[in-house]
């Protein structure tokens, strides 16, 4: 581009990794001189990318991180922008804008000198872990660019991977140098002395024994289950912030002043260390009381009844960030957004604090636009309608950890930011959403055990963003689809379901499923098969409750084994009754009508610590079809937290059958008995049996109670003690608890990485049989699922 033709915009000047601001050199046009003022506000013609020196990275990553485009119009504070996004992506090593002259548009030259790539990676200093091994751990790639971010990432996973292996003190630094197409880096490593942690003691600490403070660490000693858990690594950055931890449950109890000055290694022999931590536990301090600065917005009246931190109480730093919070989100959810808020802790006398909440409430704001990047597959829609913030509402601070909530729950994104910014109208806020996708379909191929139905295999598919009105692709419609299949030595399952769970644009979810399920393992004397489809509708009512319709069609098939009639022809020559299986079997069609309240408040529903969950539900089966019933169940689970994160928890059950004409068939009477009922009993072994042949008919009515108590035995593993008790009657509506059975076992709940679900490991012996028949000695329960 000659100078006659063109004006250099700017070279941006770095001084320790800074972008300055863009600066504009004048250039000579004729006899007249272009400033950068003369191109502001025109179009833009086109966008070229020049390299200077070797051509690294791909031009469409340079304009990935790049606004400027054609058609555009040109502004100096977009450049400035681009400049320092293209800095900011580690991709270039210097850059610098041109622009030139096109009639009345402008053509923009982004002149780049992009990074090195990573030719190899080299060590010195290092005979513990091999080159390859610790080539492997820096994460780098042949090829990739050889960023400043990309370095220091590298150096961490070394560090981190050495402190993980008991070298606390290792020191690491590296070099680059030249190489054919690119660089070399080279680390050079200084190991220090290997360190395992022996034991954890405290010195100075009267108020709480030593391993009462070793509970607020997650540094632990090492033990026989290292290998496993990892226990007995030194890592300087965990056991820091493991004293503030120990620190701040001592200011949680009162001890406002406790200090420490920094933990110590004391040689423990044969590279062990004990860990010393000394505590300076000081006075404990009771709060003489608590009050507010000035308020202009609102009345302290209005704040004291939510506060867990009062007069008479013993100091508690954790409560006192509590009703931090408490107080931000009482102002930031009326629209004062900025509000902030400051302890001021003043000496009240002997062992004595007053707490004055110091606020700076600031001004009102609105809701502006609500803007959504980084969706590459979901559509705007998924995202917005999930975010409670309206424009033109008042701003609620509360409601942007809502929306993060609610958009991490998809587990649709790696990654969710949601912040407000000041709007372009004065008293709005912005709402910015800034996701990153990740891949939501699975396919899921494995071999599953249990103890109910022996072996099974399975193929899982699945795509949590389906769209099923986006051919070919078929994400980012926020549609759940489902398919599997199951084969084992005795059963057969197939299943094709899609939710849609906005149906009609409205917080309404529609699904519907298809089904094929052939189960041999209900009894020894008949096979089951069901065939049919479900659809239905499900609406939260409130945060933690949603109601189900559910309508089901299906064919359901029983076929005897033919021993049932010879016992049956034996039973009536002997002047007894025929067996009842014999009246169901055939074929059946069933249309049924469920309708269902669920109330749902746990922490978790694959560990829960807290909380309950509650459903009731009717079913009524006749609206045409072979099957005219009514059935009713109530089920119920309360979870505990209690010390040393044990958990107590009850589950329990009432459900009941009656027949509207005919009989009730086997298929919808009740069992108890096997590793999720009764485990101290076989699989449907509890209940009224059939006369003929002995096996269990099942009953009309049923009542199921469980405790269960577990404990951390290491990390991802728990045991467990547990009481069960329970009956089934063969009336309707029965609740008489005459043939009570129980039982009582331990466990071990076990989380494997190679399973989202845990493994659990029961025995369980019988304690109340009225049916001996039913007492088969101590039971032995399992459930396990392997995925590959």
Sequence with gaps: MSSSHSSGLQRAARSARMVLPLTFAAA??????????????????????????????DEARIRNSMSSAAGQQYRTEKIDSDIKSLYGSGLVEDVRFLAEPQGDRVKLIAEVRTRSTVSGVGFVGNSTFSDAKLAKETKLKSGGILSDAAIVEAKRNLEKYYQGYGYPDVAISYRTQPSAGGADLIFVIDEGSKNEIHKIRFEGNTAFTDAELRKNMKTKPKGLLSFLTKSGRFETGKLDEDVESVLDFYRSHGYLRVSSP?????????????????????????????????????????????????????????????????????????GY??????????????????IIYRITEGSRFRVGDVHIEGNTKTKDKVIRREVPLKPGQWFNSVDLDVTKSRLQNLQYF???????????????????????????????????FSSIDSIVGFINLEQTNFDLFNPWSFTGGGQRFGMN????????????????????????????????RDSNYFSDFYDQKNVGASIFLRRPLGEKGAVKVEYKLEQVSVDLDPSVAVLSNKSVLAGGPPSQFLLDQGDFIRSALTAEYVYDSRDSNLLARSGEKLSASVTLAGLGGDVDIVSTSFQGQKYWNLWGDSILSLNGELAFVDA???????????????????????????????????????GRSLAYLDTEYTIPIIENVRAAVFYDMGFVNSGSWDLDPSDIYSDVGIGIRLKLPISPLPLALDYAIPLQVPDQKADNGGQFNFSLQYQY
Excluded at 419 to 445: C, F, H, M, Q
Excluded at 486 to 513: I, Y
């Design 485 to 516: 299949l199951r084969l084992g030595s005795t059963r057969t399952d197939f299943s094709l379901s899609l939710v849609e769970p906005w149906f009609m644009d409205r917080q309404l979810s529609l699904g519907g499923e298809l089904f094929y």
């Design 262 to 334: 920094g933990l110590r290694r004391d040689p423990a022999g044969n590279d062990k260390v004990d860990i010393v931590i000394p505590i300076v536990e000081g006075d404990k301090y009771t709060v003489a009381g608590v009050g507010f600065g000035h308020m202009s917005v609102f009345k302290p009246e209005e704040l004291y009844p939510a506060l867990t931190l009062n007069g008479g109480d013993a100091y508690s730093s954790k409560k006192m960030r509590a009703d931090i919070t408490m107080i931000r989100s009482y102002y930031g959810s009326r």
């Design 660 to 698: 509207l004409s005919g009989r009730v068939p086997i298929f919808d009477r009740m069992f108890l008995g096997g590793g999720r009922t009764l485990r101290g009993f076989e699989f449907r072994d509890v209940g009224p049996r059939d006369a003929a042949t002995g096996e269990v008919i099942g």
């Design 28 to 57: 000579a046009l004729s006899t007249t001189a272009l400033r950068a003022q003369d191109f502001e506000g025109k179009t833009i013609s086109e966008v070229s990318i020049r390299y200077v020196g070797p051509k690294t990275v």
């Design 414 to 448: 790696s990654d969710v930011q949601v912040n407000g910014n000041s709007g372009s109208n004065a008293g709005y806020r912005d709402v910015n959403i800034l996701v990153e996708e990740k891949k939501t379909g699975s396919v899921g191929v494995g071999v599953g």
């Design 337 to 354: 957004a900025d509000a902030t808020v400051v302890p001021d802790i003043s000496d009240a006398g002997p062992n004595q604090v007053k």
